[in-house]
């Protein structure tokens, strides 16, 4: 496990962009796993400019999202199908049949998740997996006491991340209850993983999934398992690393 700890959060942002950019420049058909939430807009900010200067395209990118809420479809403003297209796909040149979000919207979510987790199958796996971690250690919405080797599944979210999440909606009440995740085991049998933390919000989670042992009740402990894993922190995040 590499541990890199920035002085800011730009800086630790950057420093994933370019793992990213230097991937897809370099691969003829580049898969990527993708998170949403706060962290990792400064990094779909830096992957734009990079873009609009004309030095990386998105043609040959597949990617899939780590995660969707049952409920809610690409024209919710909430939804992560939206997010995705807002920062960043509506302003790259990948076609839109290459980057994937679980359907929110799907009549059976569980053979969603299923047709999700072949999808990644036949895409050849993915190279890298981007992600954050939640206050209370989850990657994806793979909350604590999820198994180590899940694949992607339909999954109830705890209060703490429906708290969490609740600062996007109007209340928490309107924070759908489930959602379609890549399971730890979809995560783990990728090529590569890459987490970012920033903010002291993250610290403990970040010092228990890196130094804590690895149990199923912190779900980024299970990165330990991994061969290769970038973790990218701002020093708040990294400030109750021993
Ligand atoms: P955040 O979410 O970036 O909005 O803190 C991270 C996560 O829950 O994985």
Request: hydrophobic share 40%.
């Amino acid at each position: 496990m590499q541990i890199q700890v920035h002085d800011t959060a730009f800086e630790a942002a950057d420093r994933v962009a370019k793992i990213l950019l230097d991937h897809i420049r370099s691969h003829p058909r580049p898969t990527l796993g993708l998170p949403t939430g706060g962290t990792p807009l400064p990094v779909y900010a830096q992957l734009l400019s990079d873009f609009r200067a004309g030095r990386s395209s998105w043609r040959h990118v597949r990617s899939f999202n780590l995660d969707e809420y049952v409920g809610l479809g690409s024209d919710h403003p909430e939804s992560y199908a939206r997010y995705m297209h807002t920062n960043l796909f509506a302003h790259v040149d990948c076609p839109a049949n290459q980057w994937r979000v679980p359907d929110g919207l799907a009549h059976d979510p569980e053979a969603e998740a299923d047709a999700y987790e072949s999808a990644i199958d036949e895409a050849g796996g993915i190279d890298i997996v981007f992600m954050g971690i939640g206050h209370n250690g989850h990657i994806g919405f793979n909350e604590p006491g999820a198994p180590h080797d899940s694949r992607c599944c339909c999954v109830v979210l705890e209060p703490e991340t429906i708290q969490a999440n609740s600062r996007f909606f109007s209340s928490a009440k309107n924070v759908p209850t489930k959602a379609i995740t890549m399971g730890i085991g979809t995560i783990l049998t990728s090529r590569k993983l890459v987490l970012l933390a920033t903010g002291e919000g993250k610290a403990a989670a970040v010092s228990s999934a890196i130094e804590g042992p690895i149990s199923q009740m912190v779900p980024a402990s299970a990165l330990q398992r991994h061969a290769d894993v970038t973790i990218v922190l701002d020093r708040h995040a990294a400030s109750l690393l021993g």
